[in-house]
């Protein structure tokens, strides 16, 4: 998440001119194991069971769908759709990720597999 100043902008004592990009490190933020503990890096779901305030120390370092005045108009929306998508494959199907898989994570707004998601299927 990007943001510019537009005037003098005073932040955490530093006044900045107009025209500063500042930077958001989402990535580095939900990896944080000041915040999330000294398994910060591991892909845990079971982490968010009872809901992301347990999740970790301070809910609000989590913000995949950004936060405040200009959050994610989608987010119900998206969440729904992936939930959606994933209860129809499931009914069908099993999967693993292919052993064809390189994680390369890249940042394009969100974070994205570089070189995608490859699965194998099994069909139930
Ligand atoms: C997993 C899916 C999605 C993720 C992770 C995501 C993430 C985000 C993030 C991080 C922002 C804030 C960007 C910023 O503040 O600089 C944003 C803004 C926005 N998103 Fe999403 N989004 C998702 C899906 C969607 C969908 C499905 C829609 C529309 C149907 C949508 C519409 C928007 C719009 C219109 C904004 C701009 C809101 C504003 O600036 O007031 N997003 N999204």
Redesign the pocket.
């Known amino acids: 998440?990007?943001?510019r100043t537009h005037r003098h902008t005073k932040l955490g004592g530093v006044t900045y001119p107009p025209g500063v990009m500042f930077v958001t490190p989402?990535m580095f933020i939900h990896r944080d194991p000041a915040v999330w503990g000294d398994d910060a890096g591991e892909f845990n779901p079971g982490r968010f069971a009872d809901g992301v305030s347990k999740a970790c120390k301070d809910p609000s370092a989590f913000?995949?769908?950004?936060?405040g005045?200009?959050?994610?108009?989608?987010?119900n929306?998206?969440?729904l759709?992936?939930k959606a998508a994933i209860c129809m494959i499931l009914q069908r199907f099993a999967f693993e990720l292919s052993p064809a898989y390189v994680h390369a994570p890249y940042t394009v707004?969100?974070l994205h597999p570089q070189h995608g998601v490859p699965v194998r299927l099994r069909r139930l």
């Open positions: 998440m990007n943001r989402v913000v995949p769908f950004s936060w005045s200009r959050v994610c108009i989608g987010q929306f998206a969440l759709e992936a707004l969100t």
